[in-house]
């Protein structure tokens, strides 16, 4: 397990391939007023590494929410699934925006466990979205480039 430093330099490249958005919620670190951090997709404890492959930016809200987890249930269907990998997965197969662009919508196992896991849809989360659409900031764009599935 890898418990080096991870440099600024590398912070600033995770910065630049997430767009400064939050790679589970999306929202963009502007809106937030607080900087992005750096997750884990494997945690250090579950054997994850400090690998560029390993890391993604979260927001504080997820990636406390996400914690240790690699894991959560499906509401639809009760199985155990993994959570979505920004680094293998792309958003926009395993989730959408609602029609008001204020929730989020799992539309695979995947995309459901890591709705409920990450509590994407919490009510303060939806209430915050319903600002940003008001001001127009929101829902973001999708990216041009495409990671993974």
């Not at 440099?7 to 809106?31: I, K, N, P, T, V």
Request: proline content about 5%.
């Amino acid at each position: 397990m890898s418990r080096r430093k991870i440099g600024e330099a590398l912070r600033q490249r995770l910065l630049q391939r997430a767009g400064h958005r939050c790679e589970y919620c999306q929202s963009h670190e502007d809106l937030l007023g607080d900087e992005l951090q750096i997750d884990h997709i494997i945690p250090l404890v579950k054997g994850g590494t400090n690998d560029e492959r390993n890391l993604c930016m979260a927001c504080s809200r997820c990636n406390r929410n996400k914690g240790i987890q690699v894991s959560g249930i499906d509401p639809e269907t009760g199985q155990v699934v993994p959570l979505f990998n920004p680094r293998r997965q792309k958003w926009e197969r395993h989730f959408r925006w609602s029609k008001d662009g204020t929730r989020i919508i799992g539309l695979t196992s995947c995309g459901r466990a890591t709705v409920e896991a990450l509590k994407l849809n919490d009510p303060k989360w939806v209430k915050l979205r319903r600002l940003w659409v008001l001001l127009g900031k929101h829902p973001p764009k999708p990216k041009t480039t495409a990671n993974g599935e």
